[in-house]
Structure formats: structure tokens, C-alpha cells
């Protein structure tokens, strides 16, 4: 049986028993692997170091062990199987060699199998079944938590609510979410118009005219003629005519196009030209989208300067938070984002003559999620052009998509670059990968490379299969004996420091481009060519990384020519494969593999490893090369390897969770959410879908009928993630607004922290200075930006951010977003931003500003589990799960609140969870979900029965009194955004703030 993981969503059937082989995380014993085991295990009275004990304890298992009868089970699963049951649970005592059996049973049944807690739960379904199922976990499947509440803290509770509840301040409805669907209309969002409203005939002819007479009179410039001689030398330019005629004669055009070609500047610009000429120049109203904010900006510019203008003028750019515009913009370039918010309120795109959607082989989910509003939209408005552009040769997809559209093809202009893949580099360069026992991977034994199976993936399998003295004859015995020894499991980064060393002693001048996976290769190379007696040469060589998570500092120098007779080494990740261009690279060093996030909609969390690039990706990564002359790509994995990679990437919106996305089809009120999405170009998983709309319910976004509530419609006009959006709303409303605004702009964006060279434990050590002893990523978040805020005052904001490894950067992002929110929150009505002080009345409150973070975060939590001198962590999905490196919380062993809030889970080589913040039982009661009677009918519980609470009677009910009223307040608020919660909500929030300050006496 071969391994299953993310992408099989659930595995092979009767996959889920594999003792010693790959299973996602399903290995182990028991087949349960973390997940199906339960965890960690307490250790009580075992004593499994002693040979003595486990002797006999194995001895005792071995009597218990209950025996298979092969003929009776088959008979009862086919009996089963013929039933309305989904799933057949056997709890019986088998041995693994049974459990193994049983597992083959259900595989040759076309049935899927796994073994949970620790083998004790044997469960065949006629579905694909998760890794972890907590309702099968006896230790950590769900904790009851007993909640203690002093004396003091009951008859201060009793008072407020009392006191509450008599002056009836907060009497709205329990259910005011799901009521009244009608009270809010338009979204109140902003229109990107490029064009200005012209009512009168005579003024458009007027305007034209005026258009066409500055057009002709810039031509005649020296300047303009020099600019259009460079422009006549593009590919793109020599198809004007082409490309023209086929935008009037169709209402959608596919448009491929190579790096270089000039379809992104010319393209726009001919059909400006063309409607200007020809004095339709009012009535012409160009959008053209771009997926990211540089790119949107890059290109207007360089067609404004091209055309002999400022940017503003007839060219003009609106991206979030910025733009450049004015009455006479003809061609706005925006990000496909600013778009989809256009459509919210403008679903015909009126006025938009022409629209041109460019970098559509990207896939992004944004890009993807356009397509299937414009399908729909181009039968109302026939008068409307749409040109899709990419830079890839799939236009034949995309032309079908759109009801066979016509496609056109314009060649790039690159030198010549030469590939030389992996048995062709080792025989050039005569590098010798050794076999080694060590650990230390620098190539392993095809024999130790089968037993390394929970690296393996589909195409190093392929390789591996292959007779390597048969395939490669014709090569050396070196070669050959190299190639056995190499595994496509990891890069060897000894290969690429021998491939670099080998280009800059034999090979001509020119920079060097190497595409590895992420920081920790980089930084095993950088450490490598430091030591290295040829490259570590500093007056020789200018190393330089790029990666996402950089200080900018260096950034310059990445595409800056370096001094004669020094050559410049590039270190990035993928992101140097197309949204930037260094100039003077002659060599790429490809290595074949790139981080990409997947879904595993199974399991609910999001994957993050290296996986084998497209030949798309492939193809980019060469074009780096032969820019300025002809180039090399040295790729470092056999040509087998290649021949096997997919065309291309898979779409965005297929390997990401859909939570926002499905928000913003019901702003756009096109009906359900799954009828939408099956006509996308490749439709999501249904099991992916089912998950963004089970979130949004749980969050309170959705109501049961799929139909979204008051709060749903708040969030859509809120451009971030629907958790992060509530955060916002109850940090406004709990009058904590600005640690939410901080906190939400790091979240949406990226964080602030640098990784720097040589000094990540400094870096880590300023993190957790700015934490404290909150154990808390995103109070870090907080004052690392309130500290930034306080330098900038003084003016030494450089300065400090030098000093606490802050990108100046990002928080000056960060800055700009925190005003946007502010200018949303106070749009829709929940501040009042003359009344500052008003809203962040506990801004300064930790316990306010984690429970909000709970709010926000929900159902992201966590158990904190001590077992012995540390904390074992527990989510409902995933069982056992591991704090991320990075975060401030992972060298803390013991935790003094139960519980823990979390952005994001992430699979990696473990289950993650990143930025966290330890919160207390009473945040998670009065800001986490329902609060539902316990099943057993002792106590109340949350997250579908995950989480129970437990306590005296009085304490209980003062609880769900105190909820009730929590929940009453934030109905009305959210229902009324006028509201003023500092009159009619004091005495719930006063309440609140009683109870969470509380938790100080209690841990």
C-alpha cells in the first residue's frame, strides 16, 4: 500500500494500518501514529526502561490479545457494508498483525481503514477517515475542566448582573444574528472608477477630442520618438495590428505571451492609444488587474513615463491602502483584490469598456475566483472586452473555459540558455556524491533511501525504480555510482556548494541566481561558502540571500551590478521566479523543489513542505538566465525527474482554506457557495468547501440556512480573513480597540520580525523581551509596534528597529493598515474615532486584550496538558500537536492558564501551531462558542463536545447568566453599530473585566 498524505485526502483504502512504513502521520503503533495513539501518553506506573517490566507487561499483552477470525470478519464487513452505516467501529483487542489484516480486508473491499487510540479503536468506513479522531481518544479526545470561582468573585458577579439585568441595558434578542436580513444593503465600499462621470454628449465629444490632441502632441516629442523606437523593438509591438483586430472582433481574447515579450505594458497601452485615436476616449474605461501591489504600481509607471506623462494622468494605479488617479485616468492598473471589492457594489462593472487580467497561469485564488464572475457577467454586458494574459502556453484551458475564445501567442525575446540536469552535472564536473551512514545526509544508499519512507514522494519513487547502469550507460561509472547514491528526499546542500564552486572556476563571468526551499537551506549554504577557501572570498565574491522574511537592508545590492571582477551569488527562495528580475544573471542553479502550502481538508490544517516544482516553474526559473547574454541552468535532479513534473502549479484554490473566499461570494449574493464554486476552471474539494462553511458558522458569520447574519455582513467589509475581521469588531465593541487594529494589521500582513544572518537567538531573545511574561506571540506583535510608535515620536525609529530585528518596513505596513481598519470600523459604525479614548478604555488590560484575541482566534484553541516538568499541547483535529520554534512559547515548559489561542496551525515536519497566545477558562467561556449542557448532564460544553467545563451550581449559572448578557450585547451592538456601549453595555463589560482580572487570584 502506498503512503497516503494531504493531496490522497485520506489515504489508499484500508491505508490507515502501516506499521514501519510512510502514512502522513498515521505510523506508530497502532496505526494511530500521534494522532491515532492520542498523544504522548502519561507515564503513571510503566516503566518500559526496565527489560524486566517490559517483559512481562509484553507478556500480559500477548495473553489479553484477542484472536482474529478472518472468515467471521469478512463476513461481518461485507454484511456491513451492504447497510446505511457510513462507518464500522470495532473495539476489540487485536494485535497488529490482525489490525494489519483487517486492513487489508477493508482494502481489497474498496473500503478505508485506520486504528485510533493506540489500536483500541478499529474503525472501517466508506469514507476517507482523518488521522485523529478525538470522539476515539479515552486520554485526550476531551477534558472536563473544573471552573472555581472565589466567594468574592461570585457575590461581586451576582451584583453586576443583578444590577445589569434590572435596568434591562442590553435587551436585544439572542437571535438578533440570524434576524432582520434586510436592515443593512450596500456594503458601503468605495468604487474604483478610472474614469470620471461624463452626462453630457457634448462634453465627452469635447473631452475626446482634448484626449486625442495631447496623445498626438506628446508623439511628437524627441522623447516620445526615442520611447517608440524602444517599444517597436518589443515581440509585442510587431503584433499591434493583430491583437487590436482581435479585440474588436471578440468579446474575450486569451493572450500567452513569454517573459520579455511586452505584453503587460504594450498590450493596455495599444488599446489606449487605439480608443484615444479614435476619439472614443470618454467612453473609454481600462481596467487592467495585477496580483500584486509592486506589479500594479511598476507597470503604471512605466507606461505613464513611456507615454510622456505623470502617473495620475491618463494612467493611474489603485491598490489597497494607495493610489494614483485622477479625471482623466483612462487605464487604472489595480490588484485583483481591489476588483473582487468593486463587484460587491457594482456587479455589471458599469462604464468598464475594457478589462485585462493579466498573470492568470499564477492561479492565485483571487485571480481564479475573477474568472467565474466575469463567465457570468459578459452575457449582460456584451459590450464589454475581457483579455486574459499569461505567460505561459496554456491559453488553450482558459479559451475553453471561455466558451472556446480565441487564443494569441507572442514569442519572448531571451538569449539562448543551456540545461544541464543532474547525471549531466556530475559528469561535467566530476562531484562525487557519497553513500554515508552517519545521518548527515549527502546522498544516501538506494538501500537506505527505501527505508526512509516517510520522505518519499511519487517521483523520487520513479527514480529510484530505474536501472541506473541500464538508463545512464552511456555516462562514467562515477556518474552512475553518484547517481545511486543521490535521494531526491532533501537537497544536498554540499551539491550545490560543489555546483557554484564549479561555475565560478570554469565558467565565464555573471551572477549566479540558486533556488533553494526556504531560510534553513540558505543558511546552510551561506555557513557552507563562508568556510569554503574559494568563495568564502569576500573581496571576490558578494553573497547575497533573498527570502521573504529578510531585512531589507541588502536589497539593493540583490539587483545592483557588483563591482568588476567581483561576481554576485543570489540565495532565494521561489520568490525570485517572477516577481523580480535581476538583470545581470547569466547561471540559475535549480535545485527542483520549492515550499507550498496545501490543504489537507481531511484533517483541517494547512501543509507547508518542499514538493517538486512544475515544469511551468521549471521553465520561469531558467528564464532567469539570458537576460543580458546567453545563460546556463545547472538543475540538480535527474532529467527522469523532470520528464515527470506536472505542467503546472496546482491553483491556489485548490491547496488553501476557503473561509474567506466564501464570505465573499455571499457579499456578492450569487447563491450557495459550493453551486458557485463547482463552476470554477478547477472546482475546490467539496470536503474543503464543507470546512469554510462549517468555520463560518461557528464563528457566527453564517446562519444554518447558509445565509449571512449581521455579522457576516460586517466582516465582508473588512478585507481580511473573517477571524481576524472579529477580532476587530469585538475589540471595538469591548472598548480594546487598538491592540486590535495592531495586532489584526500584523496578522493580515506579515509580522514584523527579521530573520537576520548569523543572529536568529538574538533575534528570538527580542521577541520574548518584547513578550514578557505573557506567553503571548501577539502581545509581542503589540509592543514591538508600540515601541516602534514611541521611537518614531522621538525620532530614532531606525535605530530601535536596528536594534530589536524589526523590518522598518513592514511596521510602517502595519501603520498604514491599522488606519484603514480604524477608517472601516469607524465607516460602519463602531467608533467614533473624535472619541479615541472612548474605545480603548482597556487597551492596556491583558486579560481584555487575550480575551478578545479568543474572539477572534475561535475555534483555533488549544489544550495545555502538563505531563511531568513540561506541557503537552491537544487540538480537536489533530490530537498532539507542537508549538512552532519561532514562537515565544516554545521554550516555556509549564503554562499557568489552561489554554491556548492560535492564527494558524501549520504541517510541516510536525503539526504546528504558530503565533499563540495562553488564555484562561474564562475568556474561552464568555468569547469562545456555544455554550451547549453537557451530554452526561453534569456542566456545560463547547466546540462540539471537545471542551467540558464542570462546576458548582451557583458558579454555573452565573456563568451562563453573565454569557447570556455578553451575547445580548453583542447581538444589539452588532445589529446597531451605533449603539453606545459605554452607556447601555457598562455594567456586562464591567462584569467581564471582574471576572477575566479573576484569573490573576485563581492560577
Avoid at 502617473?311 to 494605479?317: M, N
Avoid at 505561459?392 to 538569449?415: L, R
Avoid at 547575497?544 to 554576485?568: A, W
Avoid at 503589540?782 to 525609529?797: F, T, V
Wanted: glycine share 8%; hydrophobic share 35%; net charge neutral.
Amino acid at each position: 500500500m502506498a503512503p497516503h498524505g494531504p493531496n490522497s485526502q485520506g489515504g489508499l483504502r484500508g491505508g490507515g494500518f502501516s506499521p514501519g512504513r510512510a502514512g502522513g502521520r498515521r505510523g506508530g503503533r497502532g496505526g494511530g501514529g500521534r494522532g491515532g495513539g492520542g498523544g504522548g501518553g502519561g507515564r503513571g506506573e510503566q516503566r518500559w526502561w526496565d527489560p524486566v517490566w517490559r517483559a512481562e507487561r509484553l507478556r500480559q499483552q500477548q495473553v489479553e490479545m484477542e484472536v482474529l477470525d478472518e472468515n467471521e470478519w469478512w463476513n461481518k464487513i461485507e454484511q456491513w457494508k451492504t447497510g446505511g452505516e457510513q462507518e464500522l467501529l470495532i473495539k476489540r483487542n487485536f494485535s497488529r498483525g490482525d489490525q494489519q489484516t483487517l486492513s487489508d480486508m477493508a482494502y481489497q473491499m474498496g473500503l478505508y481503514f485506520h486504528a485510533y487510540n493506540k489500536g483500541k479503536a478499529l474503525v472501517v468506513s466508506k469514507v476517507p477517515l482523518p488521522d485523529y479522531r478525538a470522539d476515539l481518544d479515552e486520554r485526550h479526545g476531551s477534558t472536563q475542566k473544573e471552573i472555581i470561582m472565589s466567594t468574592e468573585t461570585e457575590r461581586k458577579l451576582g451584583s453586576l448582573l443583578n444590577t445589569t439585568q434590572e435596568s434591562g441595558s442590553s435587551s436585544a434578542s439572542a437571535s438578533a444574528f440570524n434576524d432582520q436580513q434586510d436592515r443593512t444593503s450596500t456594503l458601503g465600499l468605495k468604487r474604483p472608477d478610472s474614469a470620471s462621470k461624463l452626462p453630457d454628449s457634448l462634453e465627452k465629444e469635447k473631452f475626446s477630442v482634448a484626449l486625442k490632441e495631447r496623445q498626438e502632441k506628446l508623439k511628437a516629442t524627441e522623447s516620445e520618438k526615442a520611447l517608440h523606437a524602444f517599444r517597436e523593438k518589443l515581440p509585442a509591438f510587431k503584433m499591434k495590428e493583430e491583437f487590436l483586430n482581435s479585440v474588436s472582433e471578440n468579446q474575450v481574447l486569451v493572450v500567452s505571451g513569454e517573459t520579455g515579450c511586452g505584453k503587460t505594458t504594450q498590450l493596455p497601452q495599444f488599446i489606449l492609444e487605439e480608443e484615444i485615436s479614435s476619439l472614443r476616449g470618454a467612453d473609454c474605461n481600462i481596467i487592467c488587474t495585477q496580483p500584486r501591489r509592486i506589479s500594479a504600481i511598476s507597470v503604471a509607471s512605466r507606461i505613464s513615463a513611456e507615454r510622456g506623462e505623470s502617473i495620475g494622468e491618463t494612467v493611474g494605479y489603485q491598490i489597497r491602502l494607495e493610489s494614483k488617479r485622477s479625471d482623466q485616468t483612462r487605464l487604472l492598473f489595480c490588484t485583483t483584490g481591489v476588483l473582487l471589492r468593486r463587484l460587491i457594489e457594482d456587479p455589471n462593472l458599469t462604464n468598464v469598456s475594457h478589462l485585462l487580467v493579466d498573470e492568470i497561469h499564477e492561479r492565485g485564488m483571487n485571480e481564479d475566483f475573477l474568472l467565474i464572475i466575469l463567465r457570468d457577467l459578459l452575457p449582460r454586458r456584451p459590450d464589454l472586452r475581457l483579455i486574459l494574459m499569461s505567460a505561459t502556453i496554456n491559453a488553450d484551458m482558459f479559451s475553453t473555459y471561455f466558451g472556446n475564445s480565441p487564443t494569441m501567442h507572442i514569442p519572448g525575446f531571451t538569449f539562448p540558455v543551456a540545461e544541464l540536469f543532474l547525471e549531466d552535472v556530475l559528469e561535467k564536473s566530476r562531484y562525487s556524491i557519497k553513500s554515508s551512514d552517519s545521518g548527515n545526509y549527502q546522498g544516501n544508499s538506494r538501500g537506505r533511501r527505501r527505508d526512509s519512507e516517510s520522505k518519499k514522494d511519487d517521483l523520487t519513487t520513479l527514480f529510484e525504480d530505474i536501472d541506473i547502469n541500464s538508463h545512464y550507460k552511456s555516462y562514467s561509472s562515477a556518474t552512475r555510482n553518484s547517481l545511486e547514491a543521490w535521494s531526491g528526499a532533501q537537497i544536498d546542500v554540499d551539491l550545490v556548494e560543489a555546483t557554484i564552486e564549479y561555475i565560478c572556476r570554469l565558467e565565464g563571468g555573471g551572477a549566479i541566481l540558486v533556488f533553494l526551499t526556504g531560510w534553513d537551506e540558505i543558511s546552510k549554504l551561506l555557513e557552507k561558502i563562508n568556510g569554503n577557501n574559494l568563495l568564502g572570498d569576500s573581496s571576490k565574491f558578494l553573497v547575497l540571500p533573498l527570502h521573504g522574511s529578510m531585512p531589507t537592508v541588502n536589497q539593493r545590492e540583490i539587483f545592483d551590478r557588483p563591482p568588476p571582477n567581483k561576481r554576485k551569488i543570489v540565495l532565494a527562495t521561489n520568490i525570485a521566479e517572477s516577481s523580480i528580475t535581476i538583470d545581470d544573471v547569466v547561471y540559475v542553479v535549480d535545485c527542483g523543489k520549492a515550499k507550498e502550502t496545501s490543504y489537507d481538508a481531511l484533517n483541517k490544517v494547512a501543509c507547508l513542505l518542499p514538493s517538486w516544482i512544475s515544469k511551468a516553474s521549471a521553465h520561469q526559473r531558467r528564464g532567469r538566465a539570458g537576460r543580458v547574454q546567453a545563460g546556463v541552468c545547472y538543475r540538480l535532479y535527474p532529467k527522469v525527474i523532470y520528464d515527470a513534473f506536472p505542467q503546472y502549479q496546482l491553483p491556489e484554490i485548490i491547496r488553501t482554506p476557503l473561509q474567506e473566499l466564501c464570505l465573499h461570494i455571499k457579499s456578492l449574493q450569487v447563491g450557495s457557495i459550493g453551486s458557485f464554486l463547482a463552476k470554477a476552471l478547477q472546482p475546490p474539494d467539496a470536503l474543503a468547501v464543507e470546512n469554510a462553511i462549517e468555520l463560518l458558522k461557528t464563528i457566527g458569520a453564517l446562519n444554518d440556512m447558509e445565509e449571512l447574519t449581521p455579522l457576516g455582513r460586517h466582516l465582508c467589509t473588512l478585507p481580511v480573513d473573517p477571524n481576524i475581521g472579529k477580532m476587530l469588531l469585538i475589540g471595538a465593541i469591548f472598548q480594546c480597540v487598538n491592540p486590535a487594529l495592531t495586532i489584526a494589521a500584523a496578522l493580515a500582513y506579515r509580522s514584523p520580525f527579521v530573520l537576520p544572518l548569523n543572529r536568529k537567538e538574538e533575534a528570538d531573545e527580542a521577541k520574548r523581551y518584547f513578550a514578557g511574561d505573557s506567553c503571548s506571540d501577539h502581545i509581542a506583535l503589540l509592543k514591538a509596534y508600540e515601541g516602534y510608535r514611541d521611537a518614531k515620536r522621538g525620532g530614532n525609529e531606525k535605530d530601535f528597529c536596528w536594534q530589536n530585528f524589526l523590518s522598518p518596513v513592514t511596521l510602517r505596513m502595519m501603520e498604514d493598515m491599522r488606519n484603514q481598519f480604524l477608517d472601516l470600523l469607524s465607516d460602519i459604525g463602531f467608533v467614533d474615532k473624535s472619541k479615541p479614548n472612548a474605545y480603548n478604555q482597556y487597551s492596556h488590560d491583558m486579560e481584555m486584550i487575550s480575551a478578545v484575541l479568543c474572539a477572534g482566534l475561535y475555534p483555533n484553541v488549544v489544550q495545555c496538558k502538563r505531563r511531568g516538568k513540561r506541557t503537552a499541547f491537544y487540538t480537536k483535529e489533530l490530537g498532539k500537536v507542537d508549538i512552532h520554534p519561532g514562537s515565544v512559547n516554545a521554550r516555556v515548559n509549564l503554562f499557568s492558564l489552561p489554554y491556548l489561542v492560535y492564527s494558524e496551525k501549520v504541517k510541516t515536519t510536525s503539526v504546528y501551531i504558530r503565533d499563540s497566545t495562553n488564555i484562561s477558562d474564562y475568556a474561552l467561556l464568555m468569547f469562545g462558542g456555544n455554550l451547549m449542557p453537557s451530554k452526561t448532564g453534569e456542566g456545560i460544553e463547547m466546540l462540539g463536545g471537545y471542551l467540558h467545563f464542570s462546576a458548582s451550581k451557583n458558579v454555573l449559572e452565573l456563568i451562563q447568566r453573565l454569557r447570556g448578557e455578553v451575547d445580548k450585547l453583542l447581538n444589539k451592538k452588532i445589529e446597531d453599530p451605533s449603539l453606545d456601549i459605554t452607556v447601555e453595555g457598562k455594567g456586562v463589560v464591567s462584569a467581564v473585566v471582574e471576572l477575566l482580572r479573576s484569573q490573576n487570584i485563581r492560577y
